[in-house]
Structures are given as structure tokens and as C-alpha cells.
């Protein structure tokens, strides 16, 4: 599990075919909290949970699986590309994003970014599948970056970044059309299934049909 809090953005150095998936290299830029990383250890890559496979200095090998590349951004990786970097939190870590699960949902479009003074807000477009899962005022990750929904239109949303965040991520990369990790809030989906849950229990206990009525003595 991860907050949603980067710790290092790092560099892909290596992409490697195997088996319908992908060997990613990543360096890093000798960050301490990398530094220890080990194999088996998650690590988050744009937001999506990988498995440690191999480390060296400065850098750490990824294995990434079909059902991955399918869902996310990493099949668009190159050498060179940059990635927002998060190892998994620890019990006795602050929680100073959100609970992220480096599930990721989907793959979506950055559709604006505008310039507020000293700020930025991105537009992202998003699935209508998801809307039941994002709310104004509510957390969403874009990238691994743990965010809030500053501004929710029909099928897209408004983030506000400040220029440490602009600067510190691969926000600063962004333009109109690039497509983006997003991992909605996991709370979120669990009152939405719930709803949805009860709602279906309701309707199946509200059926009055014949087979009722004769259990019912009628």
C-alpha cells in the first residue's frame, strides 16, 4: 500500500521484451529512500504496484505482467522516460496522501492545463464506469500522485497543483493529450459496491411473485 506522497522521479534506463510483458530497469537519482530497496519489496512506478526483482546501485529491475501493460501507461515506457517513484508505506510512516493500492483503473487523457498564477489545474477525462468512485473535494491519484478533485464535470475531473508538485513529479511533462495512470479512492469503491449491494438485496426481498405467495401461505 502506498499514500500517494513521491519520494524520488527516476529514469527508465532499460525496456526489455519477455514473454508478452516487459524487464523495466528504473534509476534513481541515489535517493536515501531507495537506497535500501530490496528484491521482493513493492514499489510504486506512475502509480502502478510492481514487484522488486532485481537491484543494483542506483537502480532496481521490475517485472512487468500483460495485465499491467493492458491497464496502464508503463507499456509506453522508454529509455529515458520519467517516473514518479514511491516505495510502500510502513505502519509507522505519516499518511500524508491517501490509502493507495497501486491498483490501477485505468489509462486516461489529460484534455487542459491552465496556468493560475503560480499554480496549474489539469483537466483529466475519465470513463463513465468510474463515476460512481470520484467526488468533489475527494482523493484520486494521477501518476502515484495523490491529489483532490478541485473541479467534476460529467466525464471529467480538475486538479489543482502547486509548484512544488509541479516540480518534484512528472507533472511538469504533461500536455494536452497525454495519457495519464488514475486509481480511484479505494473508500470510494467500497460505498459504491456497498450501495449497490443493498440496493440488490432490497429489490430481491421486494418480489412478490407466485412462488412468495405460496411460501407465504397464500
Not at 532496481?60 to 495485465?67: A, K, L, Y
Not at 510502500?88 to 497501486?102: E, I, K, S, T, W
Not at 503560480?118 to 468533489?136: G, K, L, N, T, Y
Not at 467500497?190 to 440496493?199: F, G, K, N, P
Amino acid at each position: 500500500m502506498f499514500t500517494g506522497i513521491i519520494k524520488d522521479v527516476g529514469r527508465v534506463s532499460g525496456v526489455k521484451g519477455q514473454n508478452g510483458g516487459l524487464r523495466l530497469r528504473v534509476s534513481y537519482r541515489n535517493s536515501p529512500e531507495f537506497t535500501t530497496l530490496s528484491i521482493d519489496e513493492s514499489v510504486s512506478l506512475n502509480g502502478a504496484c510492481q514487484t522488486v526483482v532485481a537491484v543494483g546501485e542506483g537502480w532496481f529491475e521490475v517485472d512487468t505482467v500483460e495485465e499491467t501493460l493492458s491497464k496502464t501507461t508503463l507499456g509506453s515506457f522508454q529509455v529515458g522516460s520519467q517516473v514518479n517513484l514511491e516505495r510502500a508505506v510502513r505502519p509507522m510512516d505519516r499518511l500524508g496522501g491517501h490509502f493507495v493500492l497501486g491498483h490501477v483503473d485505468c489509462a486516461a487523457k489529460v484534455h487542459e492545463i491552465r496556468q493560475l498564477g503560480s499554480s496549474r489545474e489539469i483537466w483529466v477525462f475519465f470513463p463513465d464506469v468510474f463515476s460512481p468512485f470520484i467526488v468533489s473535494a475527494g482523493s484520486i491519484t494521477i501518476d502515484g500522485i495523490s491529489l483532490t478533485v478541485a473541479k467534476l464535470e460529467a466525464l471529467r475531473f480538475a486538479v489543482a497543483i502547486i509548484p512544488y508538485t509541479f516540480a518534484h513529479t512528472t507533472l511538469h511533462a504533461l500536455q494536452q493529450g497525454s495519457k495519464v495512470n488514475l486509481e480511484f479512492d479505494i473508500l470510494g469503491k467500497y460505498v459504491a459496491r456497498q450501495l449497490e449491494t443493498r440496493s440488490s438485496s432490497v429489490q430481491a426481498d421486494s418480489r412478490i411473485d407466485e412462488g412468495w405467495l405460496h411460501e407465504n401461505g397464500f
